[in-house]
């Protein structure tokens, strides 16, 4: 005879774990009660009215309900469950629609009876499943809800409604809205409950697996102590007769490191002075760069004047054709002379202060200088400007468009209208400027290890000298960026050129020393000194020359100096800056002066401002003062934007 034991553990041998155990042993159970109900109900309803097919029914889905044992024997322990929450509403309606045609007459209460049935096992769901299981859970919740709501349809569509069958109860189709709230009621509440519990019933699993894991390190902890206390017994023999060793040795290193500390020295000194031979080496280098590319300027251009001067009317037709070879070769040294000097100032970067550069204009300038090209040509150009502004090094920014522009217009293809594709954008590392063309394209698989090698060319009906991609490579390399390009033969060419976007732009320090500083803020395009303490007047004057020679180099408008550290400075000094250095400095472009005074108000600050602003009112320039580069920095900003805005409102500057 089979127990209660045996069947509950029916299909137990395919769970994986101890959850898995537990669903089994449930759905089991459920099944095995849900059967002997059924039994009780058949007899119930056998004793009180005369066997008919609802008798039957009930019989039937009783055993029904054991194929739940069946599934999990087989191992569908899911199915098994899905199985028995969708039998019980399944069955009611069935019978309820069947009770309909076999008892007579109907009675009102049979349409509340088996409601009755379908909302108490409406519990099942939550019972055999758990809310990690919510999928199953849900489809087997969502269909009672389902069977409950279509209870009335289904007798109707049958032709077992309740007025069908001859009912006068006017509020009837409430009794089912009070039925689907009663479930919901009931599967929300046993829901919560179910959620408490399992999570205490995780926590309580998480403290036995705590509770086993300390446990085990416990005692792996004590296996390890008792094997390092036999281990240490064994050390403490081992120091012993190490320690004599290492005193032995402690001699024996001593000695070495005398000889080492003698050895270190002897290369600190060659290596010194091999380092001094390379900084030595490397600067005749440059000396020599610069020698090549600045001094044979003058006589090659001596040549090529003298050349010109040569009366080639008279002259024979042997010497006109030695002349004419020797102007070439002239213009060709001078070209070669000329590409090594632009190549030196990159190397030794000459510019190395970035700049505001509004790029729709800067774009407009290049392309000026191709209009003419760009008309004999009939060539369309596309121009796609998504930043308003890129800070950078003007000259490189304007070769780089200029090269790839002018490659774009050399190389184009008398097949087709040619077609150039300027896109300019920014990422949050780099500014991006692309340039892309229709022409005759370049065969990568071929030339791309050599593409941007100096005077290297791959078309050569052209009198192109091979050297622009080369600059292209170098200035964009000496900007932290880099060049990509795509290309196909007689299709398209594309190159996309990356310019890391600089730091620090309000604070570009362009010479340093103990007393002063001398930078470059891009925001605001202002040059500036900070005075790092007293200064002599010789230093005075010499920080005052670099001033001039950084705002001739670079054009700036605006001028900060923050004299709140700076101290007395000497009226013959103040004269000789007066005279020397603030007139010149307005005729290359200087109108704004800012003083930062500081918080001290010292009498020789004031007098010294003083007369800072009276000699900009004689030059005609605007001067300011103000306690902190906040406030002077914001100040210059609203007065570049003012002037910004009278240029594009008159097309004059302010």
Sequence with gaps: MIDWATITKIGVSHAGTIGQERNVTLANR??????????????????????????????????????????????????????????????CLFVSIISKFTVVPVQDSEYYEFRFIMVASGIIPCILFRLSESKMLYTAIGFHFLAVALYDPLHNLSGAGYYQTGQVDGTYYFANVIVIFTLALLITSILSVKKESESSEEKNRELIRDLEQRSARNETQKEQIMQQSEILASNQQKLSEAYQVIERQKELLFRENRNLADEMVNMNKELTQTNAELIKSNNEL??????????????????????????????????????????????????????????????????NVRQRIAISEELDQVMYLFKDRLAEHNIRLETAIDCAAV?????????????????????????????????????????????????????????????????????????????????????????????????????????????????????QVLYSKEHALIFYDAWINSMGVIWRGPVSGLQYRDTFVKCLEFLNAYGTPNWISDLSQQGPVAKEDQEWMFREIMPVAAENGLTTLIVIRGQKQDDHVKEYIDAIKGCAIELGRKMHSFTNFEEARSWIQVENEKSTDTILNDGTPA
């Design 30 to 91: 459920v099944s095995v009660i849900v059967f002997l109900l059924s039994l009780l109900l058949f007899a119930s309803y056998a004793a009180l009215y005369p066997w008919n097919l609802i008798t039957t029914a009930i019989l039937v889905v009783g055993h029904a309900a054991l194929g739940t044992i069946l599934f999990n024997f087989f191992g569908l322990a899911g199915l098994g469950r899905l199985w028995l929450c969708v039998l019980l509403p399944l069955s």
């Design 286 to 351: 440059r000396q020599f760069s610069f020698t090549v590319s600045h001094n044979l300027r003058g006589p090659v251009a001596s040549l090529l004047g003298l050349v010109n001067l040569l009366d080639m009317d008279n002259a024979r037709d042997s010497n006109r054709e030695i002349v004419t070879y020797i102007r070439e070769s002239a213009h060709q040294l001078d070209s070669i002379m000329d590409d090594l000097r632009k190549i030196t100032d990159i190397r030794h970067d000459v510019f």
């Design 391 to 507: 800070f950078s090094v003007r000259p490189f920014v304007h070769n780089i468009l200029h090269n790839l522009i002018s490659n774009s217009i050399k190389y184009r293809s008398d097949e087709r209208q040619s077609v150039i594709r300027i896109g300019i954008s920014e990422n949050n590392n780099y500014y991006i400027i692309s340039v892309a063309d229709n022409g005759l394209g370049i065969d990568l698989k071929k030339h791309k290890d050599s593409l941007f090698r100096l005077y290297r060319r791959f078309h050569l009906h052209n009198d192109g000298r091979g050297l622009g991609l080369y600059l292209v490579k170098l200035q964009a390399e000496s900007l932290g960026g880099f060049v990509d390009v795509e290309s196909e033969v007689n299709k398209f060419t594309r190159f996309t050129v990356y310019l890391r976007k600089p730091a620090n732009l309000n604070r």
